[in-house]
C-alpha cells in the first residue's frame, strides 16, 4: 500500500488490521458524539471561529492558547456551521488518523503486535476518549504528535530523504501554534537528537530541522513570556501536593490497576533483560533514539511543569493528554525489548493482559466529563425573563456568558464582535464582582433579576459574593433552579 504523504511499505494483513482499529476507534466514539453539552471551553473555540482570521489571530495572542486550532474551525464552520456535532466531528476525525499512525509506528519499531496494542490503548483511553468528543484543539494536537512520532522513525531510518524532514518541519511548526505544550516536544525532539549523533545524515538534517523551528517559534515565545504572570489568574491554582506525578501518570493510563501492572511487568522485564545481556557480556544499543524520544516526550513536560509547579498552574489532564502516545509507545517498545527471548509467546499475553486491564476502566468519567446541563440552564434563565419580559439576567463568571449565549439564543452567539452589544440588548449582563454588579444595578433600577452563576460562582456568593449584596440592596429571592454538577438559575424580585 502507497500514500502520498508517505510511502508505506504495509502488507495486506496490515493494511487491515490498521482499518479495523480504526473502525473500533470510530464505533466506540461516534454514538456519543452528541450526548455532551457544548461547555467548559467549547464555546470559546465556536465563538472566536467566527471572527476574520486577523482578528483570531490578535485575539487569541492576547488569550492562553495559540490560535490554529480556531483558524481551521474558521474555515470548517463557514461550510458545516456550529451545531455540537460539526463542531466535535474534526476531532474524532483527527483520533481515527492518530490510531492509524500509533498502528504504524507501532508495527515499523517493534512489529504488529505493538502497533495493534498501542492503538487499542489509545482507543480504551478515557482521556483521549472524552477529548475526542471536545470542539477544542487537544485531539488536534494529539495527532500532530503522533505524525512527529510516526515522521521521525522515517527520517531516522531514511535519512537520505529530504522529504520526510519538510514534513517533520511543517508538523513541528503546526503544533507550535496549536498549545503551548508543543515547546516540550520541541525540546524532547532536539534532547534525542544528540543521542543520534552516530548517524551522521539524520544527525545534520534534523539540526538544520529543529533550528528552523526555533526561528518560527520566537513569535509565539515572546507571547507565553507576556501571557505567563497571567496563568496564575486564570485559573483556580493549587500548588502540586507529593504524589501528583503518580495521579497524573494514573489518569493517563486508566487508572492504578494498569500503573500498578504496567510498572511490575517492565522492572520485571527489565531484570530479564539486564540478565541476558550480562549473560552475553553486551548491552543491545538498538534503537536508542527511539526510546530516547519517547520517554523524552512525556517525562520532560512532567518534570519541567513539576519544578514550576509552585509557580503556574500547569498539572491539568488536558495539558497532558498528548504524552499518552509516547508513554504507550514507550512501555510497549519496552516490554518487546526486555522479553524478547520469550517475545513470541509471551509479550502478546502480556498485552492482552494489560489491555483487559485498561478495559475495565474504559468510561469510567468523572461526572464533570460527561455534563448536560447548560442547555437546561440557559432555557430555564430564557423562561424567567420570558415570563417576566423586563427581566434581566446576570452571568457569572465571565466565561460562562459563552456557553450561555450558545443555548439561549444562537443568533447572539454568532453576532461576533457586536457581541457585547447584543447581549445588552437582550437584557443580559456579565458579572465578576461587586464593582461590575454596581454599575449594572444603577443601570437596571428597578428589574427583576436572574442570576445564572456556575458552582463555584455560587458558593463564592454565599460569601459575600453577588447574591449576597443582591439580598442586602432589598432584592428578595424568588425561587431557585439548581443544576447539581454546575449551574444555577436564580430568581430575585426587585426592591418595592
Known sequence: MKTGFIKINLAKIDFWFCLVLIVCNLISRYPFLNTRDLSWDEPFSAFYSQFPVSQIISELLKGNNPPFYEIFLHFYTAVFGISEYALRMPSLIFSCITVALLFYAGRRLKGRWVGIFVALLFI?????????????????FSMLVAAVIYLCIFCYQEPEKKKYFYWLFAINVL????????????????SSWLVAYKNKPFFKRNFIMLLLNGVMAIPLLFVFLVRASGFVESFDFKPPYPGIWKNVIMNLINGLEVFNAAYMILMIG????????????????????FFVLLFFLFAIPLGITWYYGNTYPLFIDR???????????????????????????????????????????????????????????????????????????????????????????????????????????KQVYRVWGSDSLVLVLNHIKGNDIVYYCDENARVDSTNDGVLRMLLRRGYKQDSAIVFPLCTSVILLHAPE
Open 270 to 289: 527489565l531484570i530479564i533483560y539486564l540478565v541476558v545481556c550480562v549473560y552475553r557480556k553486551r548491552i543491545e544499543y538498538r534503537n536508542t533514539y
Open 175 to 190: 503544533l507550535c501554534y496549536t498549545h503551548y505544550f508543543a515547546g516540550f516536544v520541541i525540546i524532547a525532539e532536539a
Open 319 to 425: 495539558y497532558y493528554l498528548y504524552a499518552t502516545l509516547p508513554l504507550f509507545l514507550f512501555s510497549a517498545v519496552s516490554i518487546a525489548t526486555f522479553y524478547k527471548p520469550l517475545a513470541k509467546l509471551l509479550v502478546p499475553l502480556i498485552f492482552i493482559y494489560l489491555l483487559r486491564l485498561s478495559y475495565q476502566n474504559f468510561h469510567r468519567f468523572n461526572t464533570d466529563y460527561m455534563l448536560r446541563e447548560w442547555r437546561g440552564a440557559a432555557l430555564a434563565a430564557k423562561n424567567f425573563q420570558q415570563a417576566k419580559p423586563n427581566t434581566v439576567i446576570l452571568v457569572q463568571p465571565l466565561w460562562a456568558d459563552l456557553g450561555f449565549s450558545y443555548y439561549y439564543d444562537r443568533k447572539l452567539f454568532q453576532s461576533g464582535n457586536n457581541y457585547n452589544e447584543e447581549l445588552r440588548k
Open 124 to 140: 480504551f483511553n478515557n482521556l483521549q476518549f472524552f477529548y475526542s468528543l471536545a470542539a477544542r484543539m487537544y485531539a488536534l
